[in-house]
């Protein structure tokens, strides 16, 4: 990579007051590639290989405290070349994170100091509006703008089907959220249904169902064959999973595109907010009668209202009970491990303290 300036590699304004507040010797770089003991890095000079201090180490056991693909970091170099280290972690613009894979709590960052997420589907039976909503509920915490992408459209027409229908659905599921359609294999669309998202200096991310075409569309915004591509499976249109890692990409546009690994579940975090993503019932919940509204047989109930007159779907209420629950229950378990750490930490200060003082008396 030939030397550029930090803001082609999207570092805005929000981390300038950061980046002066570094020591000197101390530069900043972006997260391209997480590997499981050392990071691949863009900076304004070129690409380094680069692992993290002894302090980042420790501080990367907590949830969240791990760097990930497109964070900004501050780096030392070793004189005579070799790898870098990670000293510094900036604060993130925005970010996504999910609930881990496993029953263990814990939350797992998807893409840091995104500006846009598309949220990949397809004219198929992968088209799945309660699925859509779950992405809608954690892209809308994040503070990246959500934008929902209907791959292989030319599957659509060769069977006959009208893409009208699928984005009247979006109409109810996704209100005031972009949507487009494309054809991955067809080019259609692309450069001009995502292009328009794809300046200069600014992130996208890609999440969707292994199968939907992600690794098929980062493949044409890059130019050439980055991703390996999987067919999907005629019995469900469901694809195996083809990238295998997140990594940040340049595209020829300038912008810079987090592809991710294809995830069939997607658990919400529990600090996710669904205002954004279930505007309409939240709005629809302020005009009840009461405040605490249950939206289950009360008097002046708005939301039972909207149902009986078919302005919402018991369908979407179900689904935004559904998640609110998921991210109660998430938040409950997130604060029992907060009291248990804090215990855990109380009792390893008394210890200090304890043998402290015997040292004194000795």
């Known amino acids: 990579?030939?030397?550029?300036?930090?803001?082609?590699?999207?570092?805005?304004?929000?981390?300038?007051?950061?980046?002066?507040?570094?020591?000197?010797?101390?530069?900043?770089?972006?997260?391209?590639?997480?590997?499981?003991?050392?990071?691949?890095?863009?900076?304004?000079?070129?690409?380094?290989?680069?692992?993290?201090?002894?302090?980042?180490?420790?501080?990367?056991?907590?949830?969240?405290?791990?760097?990930?693909?497109?964070?900004?970091?501050?780096?030392?170099?070793?004189?005579?070349?070799?790898?870098?280290?990670?000293?510094?972690?900036?604060?993130?613009?925005?970010?996504?994170?999910?609930?881990?894979?496993?029953?263990?709590?814990?939350?797992?960052?998807?893409?840091a100091n995104i500006d846009v997420v598309f949220i990949v589907t397809a004219f198929n039976k992968d088209f799945n509006p309660r699925r859509i909503e779950r992405y809608l509920s954690a892209?809308?915490?994040?503070?990246?703008?959500?934008?929902?992408?209907?791959?292989?459209?030319?599957?659509?027409?060769?069977?006959?089907?009208?893409?009208?229908?699928?984005?009247?659905?979006?109409?109810?599921?996704?209100?005031?959220?972009?949507?487009?359609?494309?054809?991955?294999?067809?080019?259609?669309?692309?450069?001009?249904?995502?292009?328009?998202?794809?300046?200069?200096?600014?992130?996208?991310?890609?999440?969707?169902?292994?199968?939907?075409?992600?690794s098929t569309i980062v493949n044409w915004l890059t130019g050439r064959d980055r991703q390996k591509v999987g067919a999907a499976r005629d019995s469900d249109d469901r694809g195996r999973h083809t990238t295998t890692h997140r990594e940040l990409v340049e595209l020829p546009t300038g912008a810079w595109l987090i592809d991710t690994p294809g995830m069939r579940e997607f658990a919400l975090w529990g600090g996710d907010d669904l205002g954004d993503a279930f505007r309409d019932i939240e709005e629809l919940a302020r005009q009840c009668r009461f405040r605490d509204c249950s939206h289950q047989g009360e008097p002046g109930c708005a939301v039972a209202a909207a149902i009986a007159s078919g302005e919402l779907s018991p369908e979407r209420l179900d689904s935004y009970r559904k998640l609110r629950a998921e991210q109660k229950a998430h938040q409950a378990k997130q604060d029992v491990m907060a009291r248990a750490a804090k215990r855990k930490e109380g009792k390893r200060l008394a210890k200090v303290i304890a043998e402290a003082s015997r040292k004194r008396r000795r």
Do not use: H
């Open 1 to 111: 990579m030939e030397s550029r300036s930090l803001q082609s590699l999207g570092f805005s304004e929000f981390f300038a007051s950061a980046a002066e507040a570094l020591p000197e010797g101390l530069e900043p770089a972006r997260v391209a590639v997480e590997y499981q003991d050392q990071y691949q890095l863009v900076t304004a000079s070129g690409e380094v290989a680069a692992e993290l201090s002894g302090r980042l180490k420790r501080e990367a056991r907590r949830p969240m405290g791990r760097p990930a693909v497109g964070d900004w970091v501050a780096i030392a170099r070793p004189e005579g070349g070799g790898l870098a280290t990670i000293r510094e972690l900036f604060a993130r613009k925005t970010r996504i994170a999910r609930q881990a894979a496993g029953r263990r709590t814990q939350a797992q960052v998807i893409a």
């Open 139 to 214: 892209v809308a915490d994040s503070g990246a703008r959500p934008v929902i992408a209907i791959n292989k459209l030319d599957l659509c027409r060769d069977r006959g089907d009208d893409p009208a229908s699928y984005f009247d659905q979006l109409a109810t599921t996704a209100p005031g959220v972009d949507a487009v359609a494309v054809s991955a294999t067809e080019k259609t669309s692309l450069a001009e249904g995502l292009g328009a998202y794809l300046e200069t200096g600014t992130t996208a991310a890609l999440v969707g169902s292994s199968g939907v075409g992600k």
